[in-house]
């Protein structure tokens, strides 16, 4: 009997193990034991500086500068267009490629989520995810050299409290979105925490990680202007097992005096990574935060001195990451594929056929992009030269192109576009048409959808469908609800406007974000077919 209950326990625990399946192993850098760590278990620690690319993207050649100085990360500024000019995928993918060439690992931050709450016109968590998600194809096979910075100083002192439930929910949407990297998250109270908001829910925010792979940022500035105040508050997570890294601070500035040493002496005891800010380009007031002045490398300001050359600065801690130093360092991309041509479109499909590229290593996959204005979506990936995208709508306007990758993970340059229409499936809707923008403002604008009958009998129900040229993106519209995945539009009909009797017509309102450039959108389809456009 003793033999029988043996058996029959130890085959309950093994339905139980099989029961409870064990994360999957991140593909690139991760986090175990409270430290972040690459791919080959190297331990791995952040020594560099951040660049405002998003303001200055004509100084790409600082991230040589930056390298040549003795760092091995830097953390890149790049805006979702809410605040600022927005980077698009093709950009996102040259500041990879030149992190990779100057053997950088790239923390990127959308900034424009700076003191959310107390900052007019800040974006929110969600939006910065939402940004991450569209400029995916660029990061997608990155996870060794790149870790994505959720969104920079993502509350300001109101309402900060929501930081624990919006940081949570921003991780999930990314890893939902099948996004694998380290994922960095920063501070409320401008970065400070000066609350302890982010520290006391820290385990908790962790823990709402499926991949168990985010790393917290603190920004060190006037808050932290003791020794005790950094000891304490960085020894905190060491002991709690969370990774931790100073994502910010400077020897000065306008809110107090930070005790840059002993966040340098600190952080070098505990083996926690730091990133000064910043390389160069500040205003408004803080310009003794130029660590060269005007981006020439060879103009160390005091502040460049102290954390380049000084005790426990980048010279003399910095090591190289292991994916660059061990061998790993395929970092050549592939040649860009050939123009890809289009053939058999229909309504609903077209079949796509390309140039190969070439590499030294080989050519292992190609990724279709669906490209609108700035904005690039991976459509389907692919071994060979041909594709066949499926799932289009009718009468619609597509541009695509088309990305190799290598084995090590190495993007080749974009290639150039193809653009067809599908076609109309069926007769045209008895509808017209009418847009026009009423009103605009920096990042902004309202505009108004005149939608109208143009058959013999009523409309019953009715779904509008466009594709914005640009980077806008609605904010909120009134006569119907609207869902918007990139810069593909739907609009429902509301109760209220669902009717549209012979010649008849109904008005939508809506107001939008937008880049610089605000072009109209030039087709329209209602319930699946045509609209003339006037």
Not at 127 to 141: E, F, H, K, P
Not at 251 to 269: C, F, K, R, W, Y
Request: proline share 4%.
């Amino acid at each position: 009997m003793a033999t029988v209950a043996v058996a029959l326990l130890a085959l309950l625990l093994s339905f139980l193990s099989l029961g409870t399946p064990a994360h999957a192993a991140p593909t690139g850098f991760r986090i175990d034991n409270g430290r972040l760590l690459e791919a080959s278990g190297n331990d791995f620690v952040m020594r560099g500086v951040n660049h405002a690319h998003t303001w200055f993207p004509d100084r790409i050649s600082s991230l040589a500068h930056i390298k040549a100085k003795g760092a091995n990360t830097v953390r890149v500024v790049l805006s979702s267009g809410d605040r600022w000019t927005r980077n698009d995928t093709a950009d996102v993918a040259n500041v990879v490629s030149q992190c990779k060439q100057n053997r950088l690992i790239c923390v990127l931050e959308v900034h424009d989520t700076t003191g959310y709450g107390e900052q007019s016109g800040a974006a929110t968590l969600a939006r910065a995810a939402d940004y991450w998600i569209s400029v995916q194809s660029a990061l997608t096979g990155q996870e060794d050299y790149v870790i994505v910075n959720i969104g920079n100083e993502p509350y300001g002192n109101t309402n900060y409290a929501s930081w624990t439930a919006d940081t949570k929910a921003a991780i999930q949407k990314l890893r939902t979105a099948g996004f694998d990297h380290t994922i960095m998250v920063d501070a409320p109270n401008w970065g400070q925490d000066w609350a302890f908001t982010m520290r006391d829910n820290a385990a908790s925010v962790f823990a709402a990680d499926p991949d168990a792979n985010t790393i917290f940022s603190i920004h060190m500035y006037g808050v932290f202007d003791t020794a005790a105040e950094i000891t304490d508050y960085l020894n905190r997570f060491v002991t709690a097992k969370l990774p931790i890294v100073v994502g910010e601070f400077g020897h000065d500035h306008s809110d107090g005096n930070p005790d840059e040493d002993t966040i340098l002496a600190v952080a070098q005891q505990l083996r926690l990574g730091y990133l000064g800010w910043s390389w160069s380009g500040n205003g408004g007031g803080v310009e003794y935060l130029d660590m060269v002045t005007n981006f020439d490398p060879d103009q160390l300001t005091s502040w460049g001195q102290r954390l380049f050359n000084g005790a426990n600065g980048i010279a003399a801690t910095a090591k190289e990451a292991a994916i660059y130093s061990s061998g790993g360092g395929d970092t050549t991309p592939p040649t860009a594929p050939g123009a890809p041509a289009a053939s058999g479109v229909t309504s609903s499909s077209a079949t796509l056929k390309w140039g190969a590229a070439t590499d030294a290593t080989g050519v292992t996959g190609y990724d279709v992009v669906r490209v609108s204005g700035g904005s690039e979506t991976v459509a389907t990936s692919t071994a060979t030269t041909t594709a066949t995208l499926t799932g289009l709508s009718p009468a619609t306007s597509y541009t695509f192109a088309v990305y190799a990758r290598d084995a090590a993970g190495n993007r080749s340059p974009r290639s150039a576009t193809v653009t067809f229409t599908t076609s109309s499936g069926g007769s045209s809707s008895s509808c017209g048409v009418g847009y026009r923008v009423t009103g605009s403002w920096p990042g902004g604008f309202q505009g108004e959808i005149t939608l109208r009958n143009t058959g013999t009998s009523a409309i019953n129900g009715w779904t509008l469908r466009w594709t914005f040229p640009d980077s806008q993106r609605i904010t909120n519209l009134w006569g119907g609800t609207a869902t918007q995945s990139g810069s593909e539009v739907s609009v429902a009909a509301a109760s209220y406007t669902a009717t549209i009797p012979a010649a008849g017509s109904v008005t939508l309102g809506f107001t939008a974000s937008r880049a610089t450039a605000n072009p109209s959108p030039t087709a329209f389809t209602l319930n699946g077919a045509a609209c003339s456009v006037s």
